[in-house]
């Protein structure tokens, strides 16, 4: 990055008021609403712009780079230099101000002694909607996980069950908040006594579909994952009715990277989806979900 970018930073960082609720079976998450905290970041000696030593630019890179995990975390939305008075722009979003503290506790610059910073109150109301290039595998792996099963059902009930809240709360989790429309959300929340944003498929979203034949949507991976969590992976689901009464549901789970941890996430999902398709398959045959 070249010097005046690694310069100084303001952060603005959004913030949630309380944490989420807990939700009945078959009801939308009442996810917290963000608040939004301007923090501006500021040298600690005067020339610093101008006149970096070694060991300041090496603290910058690590400022640049603690900064750009955050967007991948979706915690950092906007970041880059402001020039004339010297400061720079961030902007990250999290659920409490206990979090934004922490977040700013720990920024090199600052651990370091480089920077220092001021955090304001304020509130982001327009924001343009912007999808990072790194949302997705850049050169994806030809891996292709399928699992199928077929129930004993209506086509209309077996779209109802993957394509709302209440019926995804049948056999996914209890917790769940899915609206059927491109760029709705599809999110599902396995770990409840988690945050939000590491309870389950937050920040995932509805692809495409076609009613009653096929459904895509983003998928992520668990918190234990690491960066991996916040690469976004596709799943796509077809239904076919194959008789009166009977359907057969196929999944495709496509998107994966190229390396051990990736094969060891593709592993894990390989089980995991066999999990779900139990579930999903006793929901129907009147069995009990585990």
């Known amino acids: 990055m070249p010097k005046p970018a690694v310069l100084i930073i303001i952060a603005i960082i959004i913030i949630g008021v ?3 609720t807990t939700a009945q079976q078959g009801e939308i998450m009442d996810i917290p609403q963000p608040q939004h905290y301007f923090v501006k970041l500021l040298a600690t000696r005067d020339g610093f712009a101008e006149n970096m030593t070694a060991e300041e630019e090496r ?3 690590e400022h640049f780079a603690y900064l750009k995990e955050l967007v991948a975390k979706k915690k950092v939305l906007l970041a880059g230099p402001v020039f004339n008075s010297v400061f720079g722009m961030v902007i990250l979003e999290v659920y409490s101000e206990a979090e934004a503290l922490e977040i700013m506790s720990k920024e090199p610059s600052v651990t370091q002694g480089v920077l220092t910073y001021k955090m304001s109150p304020m509130r982001a109301s327009l924001m343009a909607d912007n999808v990072s290039a790194e949302r997705y ?4 792996s030809d891996k292709v996980l399928i699992k199928e099963v077929t129930v004993t ?7 109802q069950a993957w394509t709302t809240t209440e019926g995804v709360t049948t056999f996914f989790s209890s917790q769940a908040k899915v609206e059927l429309r491109p760029g709705g959300p599809y999110e599902i929340y396995f770990l409840l006594d988690n945050p939000y944003g590491l309870k389950g498929s937050e920040d995932c979203k509805i692809l495409s579909y076609l009613p009653q034949k096929m459904l895509a949507f983003e998928w992520n991976a668990p918190p234990d994952f690491g960066m991996l969590r916040y690469i976004k992976t596709r799943v796509i689901l077809n239904f076919d ?7 057969k549901v196929v999944m ?3 998107g994966w990277g190229k390396s051990e941890e990736w094969d060891k996430l593709f592993e894990y999902f ?3 989806w066999g999990y779900v398709l139990a579930n999903f398959e006793k929901q129907f045959s009147g069995g009990p979900i585990d």
């Open 18 to 20: 309380n944490a989420p």
């Open 59 to 61: 603290i910058m890179e």
């Open 137 to 140: 595998v850049a050169d994806e």
């Open 153 to 159: 059902a209506s086509l209309e009930d077996v779209w």
């Open 241 to 247: 009715e194959v008789e009166p009464g009977r359907v």
């Open 252 to 254: 495709s789970h496509v």
């Open 270 to 272: 390989d089980n995991a």
